[in-house]
């Protein structure tokens, strides 16, 4: 079912090829997008954690919901 998708994407450019890689500010949007229009949350992970060991990717990616929705994260 749809409410078990998890996106992965690299943390990185450097993480993966020119295909894979979704910057996380378009992935964040994507997600605010899909979640806007037809409430779909899953799950999203990065890979690659030696080229983000702050954590960078999945707060930029996480952010466009976190501001737009901040109930989902309490």
């Known amino acids: 079912p749809a409410t ?3 996106v992965g994407k690299p943390a990185a450019q450097l993480g ?4 894979s890689y ?3 500010s378009a992935l ?4 605010l997008n899909q979640y ?4 779909w949350c899953t799950g999203v992970m990065v890979w690659q954690y030696s080229l983000d060991p702050k954590g960078t990717a999945i707060e930029q990616i996480m952010a466009p919901l976190r501001a737009n929705y901040p ?3 309490k």
Do not use: R
């Open 4 to 6: 078990k998708i998890v």
């Open 16 to 19: 993966g090829d020119i295909y």
């Open 22 to 24: 979704v910057s996380p």
């Open 28 to 31: 964040g949007q994507a997600l």
């Open 36 to 39: 806007k229009y037809s409430k």
């Open 71 to 73: 109930s989902l994260f």
